[in-house]
């Protein structure tokens, strides 16, 4: 499976959610905000999201501000 991790692209052997992605590339750091295919997926359904092929994901950090 193929997808694209902010610009980059990343082969996976096996189908994987979220969290299992965050763990993979280890970026389970508090505060980090997930976008697919330019839409955020909060946080508690980071456990259930399935990766899928071609997906393009944008990861940064949230920083508060005003």
């Known amino acids: ?3 694209i991790v902010n610009d980059q692209p ?3 052997n096996a189908p994987m959610t979220v969290q299992q992605l965050l ?3 280890e970026r389970t750091q508090s505060g ?3 976008a697919i295919n330019q839409t955020i ?4 359904e980071w ?5 899928n092929d071609g997906d393009t994901i944008l990861l940064f950090q949230a920083i508060a501000g005003g």
């Open 23 to 25: 763990e993979h590339i």
């Open 47 to 51: 456990q259930t999201h399935q990766i």
């Open 10 to 12: 990343m082969t996976l």
């Open 1 to 3: 499976m193929n997808i």
């Open 32 to 34: 980090t905000a997930l």
């Open 41 to 44: 997926i909060p946080r508690s």
